[in-house]
């Protein structure tokens, strides 16, 4: 038998800021999680479109928390039928949705099932639940999914060292869920927002993010220093992440504090100049990084990936920010590219492109 603080895995983070490291998850960490997850998100044996109550649809990693962990203990705990994908493939998973009530993915596999002539409100009709976590979605990608299905997908939070940490409501009794954001936290999580000097932040303004609960682990695996510097001294695990959480509790996350551009002394947030850029014609999306500059500290630098059949321009995109945003959070360059460098979940891997445009 297994003690609640046993070890139970211990789980490499995707490293997309710099060095991984393994994050020790006990049983005690998993099993709550995976409780709250059931009631939270209204997992049933009874009912679906076989009879048999939910049935999942697995095409994600299991490598990450999310497909190893989120996807598959809802099922287990829940005695729900999975339907396994060696890896996925949209064609195979749009034969898979009539029989499904719940699926989870990350925004790229959205991305690519929208690009499926398939994708249908019929074939989707019997489906409960879509999740949606591991890198932030785009808005039009929202959107889109909602024109095309009838579901607002539900987008949650997250972390190797946390497991689930918060969640757009999945119940209507809970409240709407709110594009954009990543909802509010889970019960039994405890999540503040401090400014850096260790003082918690008004409502609506940005800050570091700070969780504790029974889901949060017990440290970095044979590395001591780094977990002591990562708890704070009454418990809160700093998740290098940085939000703000508005008036009625939904956490929107503005990207991690390594991501934060400091230029001439203002604290510039990538995630904000990236949905200006995002919301232009012709953008599919972009991501902004810091990079080093002799007068000012640092400056940033866009990327930005067009729309099939769209043509960019990089000093109209840099003159259509300047309309619209203080002189400061003006990317001082644009790059107009093919793709963005991505680790296999997904997430944007900016570490990468600080390298590759640090003499920009």
């Not at 139970?8 to 998993?30: D, P």
């Not at 009838?150 to 987008?155: D, N, V, Y």
């Not at 260790?198 to 017990?218: L, S, Y």
């Not at 510097?229 to 390594?258: L, M, N, P, W």
Request: proline fraction near 6%; hydrophobic fraction near 40%.
């Amino acid at each position: 038998l297994f003690r609640s603080d046993d070890l139970a895995a211990i789980l490499y983070t995707s490293g997309t800021t710099g060095r991984s490291k393994g994050a020790m998850l006990t049983h005690g960490n998993m099993l709550s999680n995976a409780l709250t997850l059931k009631d939270y998100w209204g997992w049933t044996a009874s009912g679906g479109p076989e009879g048999r109550g939910d049935v999942l649809i697995h095409a994600l990693p299991i490598f990450h928390v999310h497909g190893l962990f989120v996807a598959i203990h809802g099922a287990l705990i829940n005695g729900s039928k999975m339907v396994w994908c060696a890896k996925f493939d949209p064609k195979v998973v749009l034969q898979h949705l009539p029989r499904a009530t719940v699926f989870m993915g990350v925004p790229t596999l959205y991305v690519r099932l929208l690009a499926e002539a398939g994708l249908t409100a019929q074939v989707t009709k019997n489906m409960r639940l879509f999740v949606s976590g591991s890198a932030p979605m785009l808005v039009d990608t929202h959107r889109q999914w909602q024109a095309r299905t009838g579901h607002t997908i539900l987008e949650r939070y997250g972390m190797s060292e946390t497991v689930m940490l918060t969640s757009n409501p999945c119940k209507p009794g809970d409240g709407e869920r709110v594009v954009g954001t990543v909802g509010q936290p889970l019960p039994g999580v405890q999540l503040r927002v401090r400014d850096e000097s260790g003082r918690d932040v008004q409502a609506g303004d940005t800050g570091g993010i700070e969780v504790k609960g029974p889901n949060v682990f017990q440290g970095y695996w044979q590395m001591p220093e780094k977990t002591a510097q990562e708890f704070t001294a009454d418990g809160f695990f700093k998740t290098g992440d940085v939000g703000h959480v508005d008036a009625k509790g939904y956490v929107t996350i503005v990207g991690r504090s390594k991501d934060l551009i400091i230029s001439g002394g203002y604290n510039v947030y990538p995630a904000e100049i990236e949905g200006y850029i995002n919301a232009l014609p012709g953008v599919a999306e972009s991501a902004v990084v810091g990079v080093p500059d002799a007068d000012f500290g640092e400056v940033g630098v866009a990327v930005v990936i067009a729309k099939p059949g769209a043509v960019l321009d990089p000093a109209a995109i840099i003159a259509q920010l300047k309309a619209t945003l203080a002189n400061f959070k003006i990317p001082k360059r644009c790059f107009v590219v093919p793709e963005l460098p991505r680790n296999a979940m997904g997430k944007v891997q900016k570490n990468l492109l600080r390298d590759q445009y640090k003499a920009a």
